[in-house]
């Protein structure tokens, strides 16, 4: 503990990701009757995950729902759930097996405000965890960033530690739109230092605003999830041979933050994206894009360059795994690159 004016600075408190998210959905439970929850173990079991861990016995049965395993049918009743006035919480043991429902999250709960002629709001969260776990392989490694991204009419946000996450959960049940919130699995378990503010019950993260988590003045480095705690990694490193990256971390992937990460290219005038989808049509392409159309493309000293996932469903083999996910190593290599150094 460092004294500062005389002041005893107390170390901050730390949560794990997992009981942010559980922190955030309490509180938004108890303070809306009309919130509830649903999906596959959420209830008796305390999630998959162990996200709702306690909510069960806290507020019942009907207000935490374990679903038989079919998708389709569960996310099917919350948005209904959503129509009729209530703000369910549809669980997905993981966004892979959304595909099961992806007619409901798309066709149902997206597009009817906009069909309704304004008349028919969806207020629903579509949750779990996304991206590449560990040694699940190719059906269970995705991320659907770009997926639900590339839909007007959901809001998609992707936290990477537990401020974001409970910040970004709770702002997601109170939105009267449809929200995808895409945790990460390899996160749950991973404390970070909570702020006191975060430790409120009013405390909301903005959706659709994106947070820089490292000034810098050689490099722009965008990234959202874990891929985030890496950039940050590789800034640390690089901060030692004199190039200071600034990373910002996305939060939201639907509506984009493109003023924030703009601002950031025109200061140090280059770009690194990091993501752990795939590069076709990922978010990183997205990002430059827009850069390119946009005002801070005249900016460029360089051309931006993404880091991504491998274009290759995932392999279950680890060493495999592990170089066709983004590393620390290959961050490093893109900022070279980009500063040609």
């Not at 997926?147 to 959960?169: F, R, T």
Request: charged share 20%; net charge negative.
């Amino acid at each position: 503990m460092a004294a500062v004016s005389g002041l005893v600075r107390r170390p901050l408190r730390e949560v794990t990701v997992r009981d942010a998210i559980n922190q955030g959905m309490d509180e938004e439970l108890e303070r809306d009757e009309k919130v509830f929850l649903l999906g596959e173990e959420v209830a008796q079991y305390d999630g998959a995950y162990k996200v709702s861990r306690g909510l069960w016995k806290k507020y019942g049965d009907k207000r935490i729902i374990d679903t038989p395993i079919s998708e389709m049918g569960f996310a099917g009743i919350a948005v209904g759930a959503a129509m009729a006035g209530l703000r369910p919480i549809c669980e997905f043991m993981t966004f892979n097996f959304s595909m099961q429902a992806i007619d409901q999250v798309i066709n149902s709960a997206a597009k009817t405000y906009y069909m309704s002629g304004g008349f028919q709001p969806v207020p629903i969260v579509f949750r779990g965890p996304n991206g590449a776990s560990a040694g699940v392989a190719a059906q269970h490694s995705q991320c659907f960033a770009a997926w639900y991204g590339h839909c007007p009419g959901l809001k998609v946000v992707s936290p990477w530690n537990s401020e974001d996450a409970k910040g970004l959960i709770k702002s997601a049940i109170r939105d009267n739109n449809p929200v995808v919130v895409l945790e990460n699995e390899l996160m749950y378990g991973v404390p970070f230092e909570f702020p006191p503010e975060a430790q409120s019950k009013d405390f909301l993260i903005p959706i659709g605003k994106a947070k820089i988590e490292r000034q810098g003045t050689h490099i722009t480095v965008v990234s959202h999830s874990r891929p985030v705690g890496h950039c940050l990694e590789a800034a640390a490193v690089l901060s030692k041979e004199g190039v200071e990256c600034e990373v910002i971390n996305m939060r939201t992937i639907r509506p984009m933050d493109m003023e924030t990460i703009e601002a950031s290219v025109m200061k140090t005038n280059h770009l690194v994206t990091v993501e752990g989808g795939w590069p076709q049509f990922g978010v990183g392409a997205e990002i430059c894009a827009r850069i390119m159309e946009g005002p801070a493309f005249n900016f460029l000293d360089a051309p931006a360059v993404r880091v991504t996932g491998a274009d290759v469903p995932m392999p279950y083999a680890k060493i495999l795994e592990d170089n066709s996910i983004p590393q620390v190593k290959d961050i490093i290599f893109a900022i070279k690159k980009t500063l040609n150094i």
